[in-house]
């Protein structure tokens, strides 16, 4: 049943039913005929190119099954821009326009589309002129369309999405309607939901399962297509599909299944998800990095049997609708952000995803392994207080403080279990100064991540991974990492900053009391503290280091994203630890009165639940 090179295809009886759904609507019958007619038909199969850009245009195209996806060529490489959904006209700048092909057109997945020639097209047109009209609302829209969007159009949601049992694992017909309920939950009532296995499918070629997509598609619902059978069904499902769901009994052998082949041959890893599924949410979770080896998915999920909570977060991503936490840095600032978790949790709000910098991903990474926020805050004092792991001086050639009791507490509490084990999605930002660029970490040791997300420059010496990457603090480059949130996942963010509302620094120490070398050192030498309130190394590194990306942080906010900027403790600083659970008191007030005032925060509370 799989197709081959892009070829003839016989015309079948819904077209004109498709046509006068949507384009066509105020078209006479006549008229369609006479275009359906004119029009040959072709199969372009998944990963074939229909159309190359800088080509030379004769030909309009319109998309009868499938999806097309529009690529820009630069000197750097193709970037896809937009993606052409069944129903749509395309080819039409250049056919109009008069110019060379404006972007390649791929198949995504396997897809039919008309193609009428200049000749033809004149034909039709000049006894029906009816049609005109028609065709130019459909690329005005389009122009609009991309008027309207500056940067680079985000991917639509998979809704057709290939599941397919992972590994060694069977597939579980339960499991799969409790998913498929999840996400009936979830979406809006006028939305199909559908879950089909191959006996649910009409008999007969390729072309008549497509028919059969078509007309399932045209309900804007998601369908999810059991691919388990035998090996035809299973490939074609796959060519068909714009999503691949792996689910993988966690006990079973992760080695790669032939239908998992066959749907990682067909889609993309940015539309593949792979559910990792355990009998009771206690279980621990390990060994995730063997099933992500060669399947990699964009993203993955633990789901347990016994957690609905489970199957409702996996239901929000896979709809788009998941909501991300992100965490700024700032220090001791940063407990802030564990009321803001228990303020959300209290409410009801869900966090699917969770991501920070600096104390944002030392706050987070706890939550996401699962601790509670008074375990959190108990191991940040341990850490801080007692231990006093940011009190360590060393000779100041690496850094100024020895990093040896604060590693140690790291590796203790985050421990060396992968990121990707962990029950709730995570990643951690860094600054790569061997690449000058930003390092999200979204797999290796928890505690590195941690480590290297909090090494603030000079104070701490830099992290260094095992390919030699040096790594200093995230807040160098990003101390609000919402743009890759919004790279993982569609879905509101609830954006966490910290001492951001035009909270000003100022103190009270005059210029000429900072205190000279003798000084210091018989203060050092005496261990007494200063009266001043003059500004100590770390308190000026922090702050130097998150000034440029504070104000970029800013503007990278969206409307819909919700900003929480929980009042920071009167007078509090970064290195003020014994502060912290009455900074996350005051947050989780913050909170419970945001969940009111905020109808955008109110709105995801019953997701919660
Ligand atoms: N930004 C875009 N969004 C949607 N479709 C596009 C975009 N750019 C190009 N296309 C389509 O891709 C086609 C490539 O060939 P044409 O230039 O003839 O016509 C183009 C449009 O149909």
């Not at 006479?34 to 850009?53: M, Y």
């Not at 709730?424 to 690449?435: G, K, V, W």
């Not at 929480?564 to 912290?580: A, C, F, N, R, T």
Request: glycine share 8%; charged share 20%.
């Amino acid at each position: 049943m799989a197709m081959g090179q892009p070829g003839e295809h016989d015309a079948d009886g819904s077209l004109r039913d498709w046509m006068q759904s949507g384009l066509f609507a105020n078209v006479d019958q006549a008229a369609i005929d006479a275009l359906s007619q004119k029009a040959h038909r072709l199969e372009v199969p998944a990963g074939a190119t229909l159309v190359r850009q800088g080509d030379a245009a004769d030909t309009l195209y319109f998309l009868e099954t499938g999806r097309l996806r529009v690529l820009i060529e630069t000197p750097m490489g193709s970037k896809a821009v937009a993606q052409i959904e069944a129903g749509e006209p395309v080819g039409e700048l250049a056919f109009f326009g008069g110019g060379t092909r404006t972007a390649t057109l791929q198949a995504s997945r396997d897809s039919v589309v008309m193609a009428l020639d200049r000749e033809c097209y004149d034909m039709v047109v000049a006894a029906y002129p009816q049609l005109v009209p028609a065709i130019l609302t459909a690329v005005t829209q389009r122009l609009a369309a991309v008027t309207a969007k500056t940067p680079p159009m985000e991917a639509r949601l998979p809704r057709v999405i290939a599941v397919v049992p992972s590994g060694g694992s069977r597939t579980d017909p339960a499991l799969l309607r409790r998913l498929a309920d999840a996400i009936r939950r979830t979406i809006p009532d006028d939305r199909q939901v559908m879950l089909v296995r191959e006996s649910d499918v009409p008999p007969g070629p390729a072309s008549a399962y497509q028919a059969w997509l078509r007309e399932h598609e045209a309900r804007r619902g998601y369908l999810l297509i059991d691919a388990s059978g035998d090996a035809e069904w299973g490939a074609l499902v796959c060519r068909n599909a714009d999503g691949l769901l792996m689910v993988a009994d966690a006990g079973c052998s992760p080695a790669l299944a032939p239908l998992e082949m066959a749907g990682c041959a067909a889609i993309e890893p940015p539309n593949r998800t792979l559910l990792l599924v355990r009998e009771r949410a206690d279980q621990p979770v390990n060994g995730t990095a063997a099933w992500l080896a060669g399947r990699d998915p964009h993203l993955h999920h633990h789901v347990a049997r016994d957690s609905e909570a489970d199957f409702e977060r996996v239901a929000r991503f896979l709809t788009g609708r998941a909501v991300g936490l992100v965490l700024a840095g700032g220090g001791a600032l940063g407990c802030a952000h564990l009321g803001i978790v228990r303020g959300l949790q209290e409410a009801g709000v869900p966090i699917d995803l969770i991501g920070g910098t600096s104390a944002g991903a030392a706050m987070g990474a706890a939550i996401a392994q699962g601790l509670t926020v008074p375990r959190t805050l108990d191991q940040m004092e341990a850490m801080f207080i007692d231990a006093k792991a940011m009190r360590r001086f060393t000779v100041p050639i690496h850094s100024l403080l020895d990093p040896a009791v604060f590693d140690a507490e790291l590796e203790e509490r985050y421990g060396n279990a992968d990121i990707a084990d962990q029950p709730i999605n995570f990643f951690a930002i860094s600054t790569n100064l061997s690449t000058n660029d930003l390092h999200v970490h979204r797999r290796g040791p928890l505690w590195h991540a941690v480590r290297a997300s909090g090494s603030l420059p000079t104070i701490l010496p830099p992290f260094i991974d095992t390919d030699g990457n040096i790594l200093v603090d995230g807040g160098v480059l990003d101390n609000v990492p919402v743009v890759t949130m919004r790279a993982l996942k569609s879905g509101p963010n609830i954006v966490v900053t910290l001492g951001e509302a035009g909270q000003t620094w100022r103190i009270k120490a005059a210029y000429h009391s900072l205190r000279r070398r003798g000084q210091l050192i018989r203060d050092l030498l005496l261990r007494r503290k200063s009266d001043s309130d003059f500004p100590s190394i770390v308190e000026i590194m922090q702050r130097s280091m998150v000034v440029a990306s504070r104000i970029a942080s800013r503007s990278m906010l969206r409307e819909d994203d919700i900003l929480l900027s929980p009042p920071i403790v009167q007078g509090m600083q970064i290195l003020d630890w014994h502060l912290g659970r009455k900074q996350a008191e005051q947050a989780a007030r913050y909170v419970a009165e945001e969940v009111v005032a905020n109808p955008a925060l109110a709105a995801l509370q019953s997701s919660g639940r």
